[in-house]
């Protein structure tokens, strides 16, 4: 055990591989997902696993069949409107940095934008760095879609960054940012007899998108939030 955080990490259900129900309880037959100890592309055989109905859980530990280290799964369960099966949240835990982890931005922007991030995360976890390249350019079109004005919804990308530069105050820093996004989506995208997107290259991009969305949406949305606090519950008199 390494002297690192110790994470759980939600794995996508594309992730799952066949499987069965009993009493409304799924689960997989195996998992396709990087292993997080040795970061190889590895299915992991589910049978065996311990289900557990009275609590609604799942665990399961099984040996990488590259590396032999034992991974640990954990799942649990909630209620759903079929009722004939609950909904499995599984997760895979590590010591190591080879997952991310996506914030809650649920509050803060679109579910539609919302789903695009989460699916580039995804995608990054499961090992597939070109899908991930390719919905994080996504990702970043539609936040800068929903930055500028109608008439210059339908520009390319590269414009919308620019417009967006042009009716709000982004610095040099954020711009140059935007910019690097999109051709690494774009390296996603389109095929490159001499390049192609890899792990460092695709972790990179999903967090710039991720700074991108906290400076652009969560940040001014907590500084609205402190402003009405302060107006409605701070007395400066005695200041």
């Known amino acids: 055990m390494s002297d690192q ?8 259900p594309t992730a799952f591989v066949g ?7 799924f689960t ?3 998992i396709n997902c990087d292993c997080p100890a040795c970061g190889r592309a590895a299915n992991f055989n ?7 109905t009275s609590f609604w859980l799942v665990t399961h530990q099984i040996k990488c069949s590259g590396c032999a280290e034992k991974i640990k799964f954990f799942g649990n369960y909630s209620q759903t409107e079929e009722n004939d099966r609950h909904s499995l949240s599984l997760f895979i835990f590590t010591n190591q940095t080879s997952y991310i982890k ?3 931005f649920s509050k803060s922007i679109s579910d539609k934008l919302n789903r695009s991030f989460i699916s580039a995360v995804d995608s990054f976890n499961s090992g597939n760095y070109h899908a991930s390249t390719v919905m994080g350019r996504r990702t970043l079109e539609g936040l800068f879609k929903s930055l500028v004005s109608k008439p210059e919804r339908h ?3 590269n414009r919308l960054i620019d417009a967006v530069a042009k009716e709000r105050d982004l610095s040099e820093p954020l711009r140059r940012l935007s910019h690097a996004v999109r051709d690494g989506g774009n ?6 007899l001499d390049r192609e997107p890899d792990a460092q290259v695709a972790k990179m991009l999903v967090f710039l998108v991720q700074y991108l ?6 940040l001014p949305s907590n500084i609205e939030e402190l402003e009405r606090a302060l107006d409605k519950d701070v007395s400066y008199e005695n200041c």
């Open 5 to 12: 955080e110790s994470n759980f990490f939600r794995l996508s």
């Open 19 to 25: 499987g069965s129900i009993s009493g409304g309880f």
């Open 28 to 30: 997989p037959s195996s």
């Open 46 to 52: 589910f049978s065996g696993a311990k289900l557990d």
């Open 102 to 104: 996506a914030p809650d």
């Open 155 to 157: 520009s390319n990308l």
């Open 187 to 192: 390296l996603g995208a389109h095929f490159d």
């Open 213 to 218: 969305i906290e400076f652009l949406h969560v």
